[in-house]
């Protein structure tokens, strides 16, 4: 009986034992299990990163590959402008751009009396390669040539009107143009000065529909002086679309004196 009872006793006390050493043990593997959970979430947050970068090399290489699309279409809008600007649209018919005159472009050549119905005294048409940097380049608004004119006039038997045009002082800054206006006995109507700035300014709009005195002259006198030298020392004025109308001439008439070689 005291064996029986001794046995039992040390079965107890291995009992105690184990349930002694039970919490170290759970203990122990709360803290693997914690352990391994950091370990995932570690090896989770380095695979999130690395796709990232991954992804942030790709859209970096696709953008030095092509350009973005705001920038191709920017570049398809630039060369259509490009395409636009080299193909000379035709002007209206009452707007002179001088490119019908001659076809020359080595040197200056008189503008023929006939041309687009008026009679051209000293005004010059001239080709913008002619003297590149100068307001012979700059003054062109459309196609290729330019009128020049340092003391010139523009006059017909049939009343014509002159709306505006532009203009360019071809070497000088600060230079003056006067325009007049004449009736059929010769007298003055209208007059109108303005100064031109530095040649590479580009053309300055003059509009004389607001000038009066410009409507049913039969001559338009153009004069230059003052200014300082900028590219070079002559008074000239380069003249661009300028817009005529002939409203006693037919049309027909016109065209068909529009085109000289």
Same mark, same amino acid.
């Given at each position: 009986?005291?064996?029986?009872?001794?046995t039992?006793?040390?079965?107890?006390?291995?009992?105690l034992?184990?349930?002694?050493? @039970?919490?170290h043990m759970? +203990?122990?593997?709360?803290?693997? @299990?914690?352990?391994?959970d950091l370990?995932q979430?570690?090896?989770?947050?380095?695979?999130?990163?690395?796709?990232?970068?991954? =992804?942030d090399?790709?859209?970096?290489?696709?953008?030095?590959?092509? #350009? #973005?699309?705001?920038?191709?279409?920017?570049?398809?809008d630039?060369?259509?402008?490009d395409?636009?600007?080299?193909e000379v649209? *035709?002007? *209206? *018919?009452?707007?002179?751009?001088?490119?019908?005159? =001659?076809n020359?472009?080595?040197?200056?050549v *008189?503008? #023929?009396?006939g041309?687009?119905g008026?009679?051209w005294?000293?005004?010059?048409?001239?080709?913008?390669?002619?003297?590149?940097g100068?307001?012979? &380049?700059y003054?062109?608004?459309?196609?290729?040539?330019?009128?020049?004119?340092?003391?010139?006039?523009?006059?017909?038997?049939?009343? %014509?009107?002159?709306?505006?045009?532009?203009?360019?002082a071809?070497f000088?800054?600060?230079?003056d143009v006067? %325009?007049? =206006? %004449?009736?059929?006995?010769?007298?003055?109507?209208? &007059?109108?000065?303005?100064?031109l700035?530095?040649?590479?300014?580009? #053309? $300055?709009?003059?509009?004389?529909?607001?000038?009066?005195? %410009?409507?049913?002259?039969?001559?338009l006198?153009?004069?230059? @002086?003052?200014?300082?030298?900028?590219?070079g020392? +002559?008074?000239v004025?380069?003249?661009?679309?300028?817009?005529?109308? +002939?409203?006693?001439a037919?049309?027909?008439?016109?065209?068909?004196?529009s $085109?000289i070689?």
């Amino acid at each position: 009986a005291a064996e029986s009872t001794i046995t039992s006793l040390r079965s107890d006390v291995k009992e105690l034992d184990y349930e002694n050493e @039970s919490p170290h043990m759970q +203990l122990h593997e709360i803290r693997d @299990s914690n352990s391994r959970d950091l370990l995932q979430a570690a090896v989770a947050s380095a695979e999130y990163t690395i796709t990232s970068l991954r =992804s942030d090399a790709e859209e970096l290489h696709r953008e030095n590959e092509s #350009p #973005p699309y705001e920038q191709q279409n920017e570049v398809r809008d630039n060369n259509s402008h490009d395409q636009q600007l080299n193909e000379v649209s *035709p002007l *209206p *018919p009452s707007i002179i751009g001088f490119d019908d005159v =001659s076809n020359t472009t080595g040197k200056s050549v *008189p503008i #023929p009396n006939g041309y687009r119905g008026l009679n051209w005294e000293d005004i010059n048409v001239m080709h913008s390669s002619r003297n590149r940097g100068t307001g012979y &380049e700059y003054g062109v608004v459309s196609g290729d040539y330019v009128a020049v004119v340092i003391d010139g006039s523009i006059s017909s038997t049939t009343p %014509f009107s002159v709306a505006g045009l532009r203009a360019t002082a071809a070497f000088l800054t600060g230079m003056d143009v006067l %325009f007049e =206006s %004449f009736d059929d006995n010769g007298t003055r109507i209208g &007059e109108y000065t303005t100064t031109l700035g530095h040649p590479s300014e580009g #053309p $300055t709009s003059i509009d004389l529909r607001g000038e009066g005195k %410009f409507e049913g002259m039969h001559k338009l006198k153009i004069t230059t @002086s003052g200014g300082t030298r900028a590219m070079g020392s +002559l008074p000239v004025v380069a003249i661009d679309d300028l817009d005529v109308s +002939l409203p006693q001439a037919s049309s027909a008439a016109v065209a068909a004196e529009s $085109t000289i070689t």
